[in-house]
């Protein structure tokens, strides 16, 4: 029986936690989400394991440190790759906040009628990102245009009643209604039934 089975770590690898965040609270956290999404008790996830319920408790209490072996255990205990257990451990993301009544506002066909579309922001080091908008009509004195991008797109009605088209479509929007699509088919508003309307628009590419 080596001493991870035994459930001791070898003491290269029974150090303490350095301090909250660190690799190992990570590691905790991950190990007891991933056990209670399973439905599992710890002693479970122990027999599992061939790790001892201390070992395990020790862990998910981020009082000791991994070694490769015993990650690979868990990973394989719970049924989940072992990079979902580092989770979190890259805590620097980039987020954006856009205050109510705040937001750039883009110009494109239709702003000067009373069409307002405007940025809820954007994440700048994504390859791939989403653009939030959120899409004022007050005015239905313009032509419509229809927008055609890659990715796809959704849009969540607020307030008034239009009718949306898509390709060969027409779905008449309400409050509280969806529409999910492919942007590459052209799309936009044909009919303004009830102004003002307003509407959130995502775009992800």
Do not use: W
Not at 48 to 55: E, F, I, N, V, Y
Not at 56 to 67: Q, R
Not at 136 to 162: C, K, N
């Amino acid at each position: 029986m080596t001493s991870e089975e035994a459930g001791q770590e070898p003491h290269a690898e029974a150090e303490p936690a350095d301090a909250p965040g660190s690799l190992e609270a990570v590691i905790a956290a991950q190990v007891k989400r991933c056990r209670r999404e399973a439905g599992i008790s710890a002693a479970e996830l122990a027999a599992r394991t061939g790790l001892s319920k201390a070992m395990v408790s020790k862990i998910e209490s981020a009082s000791t440190s991994c070694s490769l072996t015993t990650l690979q255990r868990l990973a394989h205990g719970l049924n989940v790759p072992v990079t979902s257990l580092f989770q979190g451990a890259d805590t620097e993301r980039e987020a954006t906040l856009t205050k109510a009544g705040e937001g750039s506002v883009t110009v494109r066909t239709g702003t000067r009628h009373g069409h307002e579309y405007r940025s809820l922001g954007s994440l700048k080091r994504r390859q791939n990102p989403i653009e939030p908008s959120l899409v004022t009509l007050t005015s239905a004195s313009d032509v419509f245009p229809l927008f055609q991008h890659s990715g796809t797109e959704f849009i969540y009605m607020l307030e008034g009643r239009m009718v949306y088209g898509h390709g060969s479509y027409e779905y008449e929007l309400s409050p509280g209604d969806s529409l999910v699509f492919e942007g590459e088919g052209p799309h936009g508003p044909l009919r303004l039934i009830e102004l003002p309307i307003r509407f959130l628009a995502v775009a992800a590419h």
